[in-house]
């Protein structure tokens, strides 16, 4: 007896010694199990115990205990009682965390959306593929290459693969629990969506990329050099610390913040406008607080993003999450089946047209491939690019869309293809570039 009560008196101490060690982290553990169970569960429609026993499998993230509300539709989180946060689902805005003083009866605005079916085989509208043998394609080659992505899955943790080439649906392969109606969370590729509709608004000539940042609170100081150009880039020398395992700007951004057009709008600079490259999900937040600056209403800024690119596109799985303000938060929440991220990529692979209507300017396609300077090679404007490299063994046209724990969107221009993974691991553990390479093996 005496043994067992000396067994739970240490683990009883170890606990004191890990809340008190991690006590100022609270805040954000369980803010982000109660937002990503809520999102997982209301907006991806996905089963909680897999939410439970996989996404949120993460160290110090696995110590929230994580409950969910149907009724109002809600989750809860708290770390042995301590530090509740609670998330909501709103109609048509995904999943947003919420504090005792939100009122969540009061109305709010949500986009106007078009859901109309597109009379096209995919990916330029919603039916049959069309079942193509293409002469040129080693498709047991495609077969191996897909297998690649999915071989070891306790370490890679590969979710789902779709392959487009020349516009035809390729392959595609989901892991147990997913299938290709099943949304998926794109993190950081939401920042490539964010971008485009920078590309829209100038191919309608309503903004120019060298116009400076409309900040009111810039204007006095050495800020006001700072363009749309830079900010797209992550080069305008603004002060920012993207660290996900601590609490820095990002994490307070994303789980603290009603308002996350904020954050980076308040910091300083730390050099001058082109002398560094420092991503910034802050960056991709304040351009989207930007973005609702260049409409006369919060309701033309709601349906924008969706009247003139995600259902037009056909994309019609797609939600923006928004912040508790109404901003869509463009540095991380968009979910999409991975088919629709698929419908992105061949947006760009075709230039911007889609279905003989021009959405952006095909000179955009060359703006966001530009290569950033002090990015090694491995950043345009608001997408990843392979110029340096990175992938050795795939071609150095390759450009992407690239989220947390390995979500991407690849575009290989010189190969046609678009090529979507999504999961919970990325390199090294996910050998991105034994994959993609396999699948450009079997289209040569």
Known sequence: ????????????????????????????????????????????????????????????????????????ASASA?????????????????????????????????PNRNFEKIGKPYPYGHLENKDTLLPEVDYDQLEKAIGIAFANPEVQKTRTVVVLYKGYLLGERYADGFTKDTRVLG????????????????????????????????????????????????????????????????TRMLFLEDDMTIAQKEKELVAQPTKIWNYSSGTTNLLSGILRQQFRSHQEYLDFPYQNLIDKI???????????????????????????????????????????????????VDYITEVTPDSDGTYGAHFWLNAGGIYPEVPKDLFSCNGFQGQHVYVIPSKDLVIVRTGLAERPDFDSNGFLSGVVKAVE
């Open 187 to 250: 993190w950081s590729m939401t920042k490539s969506l964010l971008a485009t509709c920078y590309g829209i608004l100038e191919h309608q000539g309503k903004l120019q990329m060298d116009w400076p940042a409309p900040i009111p609170e810039w204007k006095d100081d050495e800020r006001n050099q700072i363009t749309l150009n830079h900010l797209l880039r992550m080069q305008s020398g603004l002060e920012w610390e993207e660290d996900y395992s601590k609490i820095s700007d990002v």
């Open 1 to 72: 007896m005496k043994y067992i009560k000396r067994i739970l008196l240490l683990l009883l101490i170890v606990i004191i010694v890990v809340v008190f060690l991690n006590y100022s982290k609270l805040n954000i553990i369980s803010g982000y199990a109660s937002k990503y169970m809520a999102s997982a569960t209301y907006v991806a429609d996905r089963d909680s115990v897999s939410i439970v026993d996989n996404d949120l499998k993460m160290p110090l993230v696995e110590l929230a205990e994580v409950s969910l509300n149907s009724k109002n």
């Open 314 to 364: 056909g994309m019609h799985s797609m939600i923006l999450e928004a912040d508790v303000k109404g901003n869509y938060v463009g540095s991380s929440y968009a979910w999409a089946t991975t088919r629709d991220w698929a419908r992105f990529g061949q947006l760009y692979l075709d230039k911007g047209v889609w279905n003989g209507e021009q959405v952006f300017d095909s000179s955009w």
């Open 78 to 110: 708290s770390v042995y009682g301590l530090m509740n946060r609670k998330a909501i689902d709103r109609q048509g805005l995904g999943t947003v965390l919420v504090d005792s003083d939100y009122d969540e009866n009061e109305p709010y605005l949500q």
